[in-house]
């Protein structure tokens, strides 16, 4: 079975770092995704991890440890604008192309 | 790069009308994925098209639910006998040829059964 788990809640200041943690337990694994969606809009991508360690890109990053089948996404700088779902998805590979989706997580940040 | 285009945007049907929803991807791009989403939960996978071959579809979609790629370019999704239950964002997205999940969506269409 997959199983993607991540806080469904966060508030968060605006200046300040964030980070969103993402487990996952799933029958393969090929790479792990990290999607911002505004409410009431498509989800737009933000990052991929295959390898173990972090990749940055901006005031974004995203960390994983597939041993410990684990992630976080690190928003730093936290603008107002950075207000929205997060959401983790592993894509297993093994002959299915499908993205399997957490919940996500709803990151507010106040003034 | 018009980026991908579903239409309509809202539909309101009533319980045991049949809806179609329509997805236009990118254009160079060849897989095209079909995804629902209710509220507070994330993207649903529902079926997934290369080129015009729909090769994988969810155990989760019914009989009721049918999607098409003719030619390999736009789809359709044909959902029929509509429930309550089908109440939900339908979203759809592309990648190009070797993309994994670096998906692109669609703004999707918001399906209410009354």
Known sequence: GQNIDQPTEMTATEGAIVQINCTYQTSGFNGLFWYQQHAGEAPTFLSYNVLDGLEEKGRFSSFLSRSKGYSYLLLKELQMKDSASYLCAVYSGAGSYQLTFGKGTKLSVIP | ?114
Request: proline share 4%.
């Open chain 2, 1 to 114: 790069d018009t980026g991908v285009s579903q239409n309509p945007r809202h539909k309101i049907t009533k319980r045991g009308q049949n809806v179609t929803f329509r997805c236009d991807p990118i254009s160079e791009h060849n897989r095209l994925y079909w995804y629902r989403q209710t509220l507070g939960q994330g993207p649903e996978f529902l079926t997934y098209f290369q080129n015009e071959a729909q090769l994988e579809k969810s155990r989760l979609l019914s009989d009721r639910f049918s999607a098409e790629r003719p030619k390999g370019s736009f789809s359709t999704l044909e959902i029929q006998r509509t429930e309550q239950g089908d109440s939900a964002m339908y979203l759809c997205a592309s990648t190009p040829r070797g993309g994994a999940g670096e998906a692109f969506f669609g703004q999707g269409t918001r399906l209410t059964v009354v």
